[in-house]
């Protein structure tokens, strides 16, 4: 099959529960669009809770993962794609709120009637199709349909009365408060009973609370926001291994190498590595 560079679409059937392990970011833009079932879906701290017909549009460089809600089984397409795929100049006024940019600086989540889920969805197949066949002019029709497909969501969102806000119920704004503490001292020695305390909380129920609404222990998640930070540290700086595992808040440099390639796949000297050829291929 041919493939097509900065634009991918895929749709996915999961028949069992499934969650993301991690956070993760991407280069380019991301449209998750959900077909059938419930999930979770967490952009930068917050969690969205996600149904039938409801679709995410998460701007570049913004974490997020999905984790499971209600029954497990869903389905659900999602597209990648670079700003360069689209072939038409993007607009370089200044957004109105006649005339927004067309890819938005913020992700955010939508919730269309079902007419627009029905005209949404047509699109999605076009595209499927497309990008499964290896027809002339196969990448411009591609572009149009994504053209439209942008066009689409603009227009539902400018007409939406309101923005679908995160969770807010009274334990998800404790939690949100507890993941807020984890980001800004993640480099310390932390404790769960030291967690607690500061948050005039018994430890069962933080880790109960915790688990329920972000589908990760306490301990998996500040594993995540200190390896974040070091993949953070490993592409910005010539920092040693030792220093960036003390600065992230590992209690040895034999746990910190364990940790980080089980949540990247990589020794933090291949991850420097790697990322250093690619932004040399890419010079």
């Known amino acids: 099959m041919i493939t097509t560079p900065r634009f991918a679409i895929e749709q996915a059937l999961r028949t069992v529960p499934f969650s993301m392990s991690a956070d993760h970011v991407h280069q380019a833009h991301e449209i998750y669009y959900l077909l059938a079932g419930e999930r979770y879906y967490y952009i930068n701290q917050r969690v969205y809770a996600l149904q039938k017909g409801d679709l995410i549009w998460i701007s570049k460089h913004d974490f997020h993962r999905t984790s499971n809600k209600g029954s497990g089984s869903h389905e659900r397409i999602l597209i990648n794609f670079d700003e360069s795929f689209v072939a038409t100049p993007m607009p370089v006024a200044p957004s109105s709120d006649h005339n927004p940019l067309l890819l938005p600086e913020k992700s955010f989540l939508l919730r269309p009637s079902a007419e627009e889920q029905r005209e949404l969805e047509h699109l999605f197949r076009q595209m499927l199709d497309e990008y499964h066949q290896e027809h002339a002019y196969r990448q411009m029709y591609l572009q149009s349909l994504l053209l439209q497909l942008l066009i689409r969501i603009r227009r539902i969102q400018s007409a939406a009365p309101d923005t679908i806000a995160p969770e807010r119920s009274e334990k998800q704004q404790r939690v ?50 200190r390896v974040q930070q070091a993949r953070a540290y490993l592409r910005e700086t010539n920092w040693k291994v030792t220093s960036i595992a003390e600065k992230t808040g590992f209690d040895s440099i034999a746990h910190f190498g364990r940790v980080f390639k089980q949540y990247t796949g990589h020794t933090p000297l291949q991850y420097r590595k790697k990322h250093q050829k690619e932004q040399g291929n890419g010079r």
């Open 176 to 225: 949100y408060s507890i993941i807020e503490y984890l980001h800004a001292h993640y480099a310390e020695k932390l404790s769960l009973d030291q967690l607690a305390g500061h948050f005039f909380i018994s430890s069962t129920y933080l880790c109960r609370i915790f688990k329920q609404t972000t589908g990760f222990t306490l301990v998996e998640y500040l594993q995540d926001v």
